[in-house]
């Protein structure tokens, strides 16, 4: 039941609303003077105050005012025999919640309080309710507003005070070395090294003296020990880009690293311990990996204990307006240039795009779209993206693919169109020529993407 706090200076007044409230359920403590009842307060979780505005020392409205300083969240229930509409008002302006005159009956206190006690509860619900629905996930040089990426933040949040290993998912540019930076740097190894290293980009027969280091002669060059990265990730964060293309036989020594936390360098003999968190990633299908026998079925299931999936840009386009003004505000700041932001035509461009390369490819248009401005904004013609068709398969099937990467045959179709007008600058009698089309042909595919048709330009 909630707990009461009486400040009431007749002891026999007291007394009566202790026992009363007490019947009906209510814990209580008593004061008799406005600095006794704000010392109950600082020790005590109090629900309500209920106080005559007559006291010794402070008053009852500068108790109000000094239990609202205290938390204002609580219901203050004034009493008093000296009720006037003024001292109501003044009582109402001091933040009191109701306002009952002497004589009074103990049922009216009660419905009082009943009713106090319930909006406050309603109150909180109503709180915690807008915090959970409102409450946005936000890391440093993170943008995702998106649904999609609130659930990865919301993730990441979760798992970052742990120690629990982390396979990120995702293909390539949609930022999985920005989501493991934010792990890192919200875990308590944050104050520790952050070592990352991108297994494709290191030639096979390295990656192992990479990963775990060498002794002193243990290959031709090998003038002086070196450490790995391991090593010079204890106490932090290690984070394994492409986990995919680590080849077999470093798979072995990299799964007794994650079970035992224990390894020797290449050509060493002495077992070296280390406290590493690892975060590792991939653009590829690791159970396919696992089908075709490339892939460890071990170290996958050791690796995938948190396995966190970073949608590509397509499927939160919501993202783009933020992540283009994001990046549209650093490469002005690098350049010098006074650049206001992005026009409405140039940031539907955007919008619109099918974006193959994700985040890192939208990042690169900017930057490109910041060097080729003019004018004060970034303008459609400042926005030159890479629409080059996709290759024909060969016969042995090793080209690229017939559409471009996430594409449909319609959205194909669509931003070829696009692209037409923004070559002709808008005039669809050229587009038309241009895409092999009559115009009325093309003026039926623009109400199909929603391109207002306007009255026919010259050619």
Not at 146 to 151: D, G, L, V, Y
Not at 317 to 337: C, M, V
Not at 360 to 379: C, F, H, P, S, W
Request: a negative charge; hydrophobic letters at 40%.
């Amino acid at each position: 039941m909630p707990t009461i706090l009486i400040v009431e200076d007749e002891p026999k007044m007291q007394r009566l609303l202790e026992l009363n409230l007490k019947e009906e359920g209510y814990d209580t403590h008593s004061a008799a003077d406005a600095e006794a009842g704000l010392n109950i307060l600082r020790q005590e979780k109090i629900d309500l105050v209920l106080t005559d505005l007559k006291l010794p020392g402070m008053n009852g409205l500068e108790f109000l005012q000094a239990v609202k300083r205290t938390n204002a969240a609580i219901p203050v229930v004034l009493v008093t025999a000296y009720g006037s509409v003024e001292t109501a008002v003044e009582a109402m302006k001091a933040g009191a919640s109701d306002y009952v005159l002497k004589p009074f009956s103990m049922e009216e206190i009660k419905l009082i309080l009943r009713k106090e006690l319930d909006v406050r509860s309603l109150r909180e619900e109503n709180r915690t309710l807008r915090e959970a629905l409102g409450r946005r996930y936000e890391f440093k040089n993170i943008v995702g507003r998106s649904n999609a990426m609130q659930e990865v933040l919301a993730k990441v949040e979760q798992v970052a005070p742990t120690n629990s290993t982390v396979l990120l998912g995702g293909e390539s540019g949609v930022g999985k070395d920005m989501i493991a930076r934010a792990i890192h740097q919200h875990s308590r190894r944050a104050a520790g090294p952050f070592i990352k290293i991108n297994c494709t980009a290191i030639p096979e027969n390295l990656l192992e003296s990479e990963l775990f280091g060498y002794e002193k002669g243990a290959f031709t060059g090998a003038v002086a020990a070196k450490p790995g990265k391991f090593e010079l990730a204890d106490k932090g964060t290690i984070f394994l880009d492409e986990i995919g293309d680590v080849p077999g036989s470093t798979q072995v020594k990299l799964l007794r690293v994650l079970q035992e936390r224990e390894f020797e360098r290449l050509g060493g003999t002495k077992t070296l311990k280390v406290d590493v968190r690892v975060v590792a990633a991939t653009n590829q299908d690791l159970r396919a990996a696992l089908e075709e026998g490339t892939f460890r079925e071990d170290l996958y299931y050791r690796l995938n204990v948190v396995p966190i999936s970073i949608p590509p840009l397509r499927q939160r386009k919501e993202d783009i307006p933020y992540l283009a003004d994001f990046f549209l505000e650093r490469f002005t700041r690098e350049s010098g240039k006074n650049l206001a932001g992005i026009t409405p035509a140039a940031m539907k461009v955007l919008t619109d795009f099918h974006w193959p390369g994700n985040v890192r490819e939208l990042e690169n248009i900017i930057e490109r779209a910041v060097v080729m401005a003019n004018g004060e904004k970034v303008d459609v013609g400042d926005v030159q993206l890479d629409t080059a068709p996709a290759r024909l398969p060969a016969t042995d099937g090793t080209e690229a693919p017939f559409l471009p990467e996430g594409m449909t045959l319609e959205e194909h179709e669509d931003e070829l169109i696009r692209e037409a007008l923004r070559r002709t600058a808008g005039n669809k009698s050229q587009a038309a020529r241009i895409l092999g089309l009559s115009r009325n042909a093309l003026r039926y595919r623009l109400t199909k993407i929603g391109v207002p048709d306007e009255a026919e330009e010259s050619s």
